[in-house]
């Protein structure tokens, strides 16, 4: 029996059901860093409920095509508050003249075997978002965990872009509306002295 022990999820997921793809749309990193995407980008997410979070990305550059983003989160249901930081790698494509954020995290599968000890795995995933920016607003729409009708894995980039462009093309609603978040850009907080 699995069980998810311990998801690492990409700010712009973490409140969605984000499609966990094995592959990104593109094989690798090919567009150069857009520098208007470096910040701190500060959100609020409430999702009709007694449910809400704050959260915060701290988008730097990792390399000439490539981000490193950590999502400083607190969520609050009720009483109970869950304080996060998750950490991943970013970067662009394009499909059909839209800008996606394919974001590397892992996740670990633990897998119980009745008396024997547990077996820990870390797996590898991409989750998916479109995003524009407009100003000092940030906006991501994340890939819903059911968008492809056929519910399947993609052995490829290739075979998810075509998806992708494919469903899109047909007018279908492949994010999760809901769960499309807006972030603005502020200062990065100066870090508190310690007492």
């Known amino acids: 029996m699995k069980k998810l022990l311990w998801l690492i999820p990409i700010s712009i997921l973490l409140y969605a059901c984000p499609h966990e793809s094995a592959v990104p749309l593109e094989a690798r990193p090919v567009e150069p860093v857009d520098s208007t995407l470096l910040g701190y980008w500060y959100g ?3 999702d009709g409920s ?21 999502r400083y989160g607190k ?4 009483d109970i508050i869950l304080p996060d930081t998750s ?6 494509s ?8 394919n974001v590397e995290g892992s996740i670990v599968l633990v897998t119980t075997r009745g008396k024997k000890p547990p077996e820990i795995k870390t797996q590898k ?5 479109n995003f524009s920016l407009q100003r000092d607003t940030l906006t991501m729409k994340t890939i819903t965990e059911n968008f492809s009708p056929s519910r399947r894995g993609f052995a490829t980039p290739e075979e998810l872009k075509q998806t992708v462009i494919s469903l899109t093309g047909q007018g279908k609603n492949i994010y999760d509306d809901l769960y499309a978040l807006s972030y603005r850009k502020i200062p990065r907080p100066k870090p508190l002295k310690p007492f």
């Open 50 to 70: 007694d449910y809400f979070g704050i959260e915060a990305l701290d988008i730097t550059q990792n390399s000439d095509s490539t981000y490193a983003i950590i």
């Open 44 to 46: 609020i997410v409430k």
């Open 75 to 78: 969520a609050a249901k009720g």
């Open 125 to 129: 995933v991409f989750y998916l978002a």
């Open 94 to 101: 394009y499909v059909n003249g839209q800008r996606f954020m």
């Open 87 to 92: 950490y991943f790698t970013g970067y662009i």
